[in-house]
């Protein structure tokens, strides 16, 4: 993951689970520095900071964009990193000739796939890019696992 915020930028290693709705996400800084586990259901949001300190919803967010520099889009990241909107909210797409997934706009965000991978014969994203409002972050998929 790489993160461009006006003149500031960094790269973390992202990790992500999903268990039904229930995501969570390990995030840790270059060396491993600043490590954050972020867990969510869609209705709320807690967080694990590498001081072992726990926030909930509103301040687990705001630490969050604190950390990050922007607030991120947690709730829509689990549908737009496979490849598809999150359901109920308006939303363009366009299509690649492969018919996949080119680019989404939604919520104010603009993703870009620049890249799929095979798996278990399905086609999912493994380059993304998500732009709003200066802020650009740059999704590289290592591997899937079911």
């Known amino acids: 993951m790489a ?3 006006g003149s500031d930028g960094f790269n973390a290693r992202l990790r992500w689970t999903q268990d039904g709705n229930q ?10 520095a600043g490590g954050v586990q972020v867990t969510s259901n869609g209705s709320g949001v807690s967080i694990v900071t ?10 687990a967010r705001a630490e969050l964009a604190n950390r990050l520099g922007f607030d991120p889009p947690i709730d829509n990241l ?7 909107p999150e359901p109920g909210h308006p939303a363009q797409e366009s299509l690649d000739s492969q018919q996949r997934l080119a680019t989404l ?8 796939y620049t890249d799929y ?3 278990g014969g399905e086609w999912l994203p493994s380059k993304l ?8 972050v740059r999704l590289v998929v290592d591997g899937w696992n079911s």
Do not use: C, F, K
């Not at 590498?50 to 301040?59: P, T």
């Not at 689990?78 to 598809?84: F, K, M, N």
């Open 129 to 136: 890019t998500l732009q709003r409002q200066g802020v650009r």
């Open 3 to 5: 993160v461009a915020t």
């Open 50 to 59: 590498s001081r072992g300190d726990r926030l909930n919803n509103d301040a």
């Open 117 to 119: 991978m095979s798996v």
């Open 78 to 84: 689990r549908y737009w990193v496979l490849g598809v």
């Open 23 to 32: 995501t969570h996400m390990s995030l840790d800084g270059p060396l491993g």
């Open 105 to 112: 706009e939604q919520d104010g965000w603009q993703i870009q």
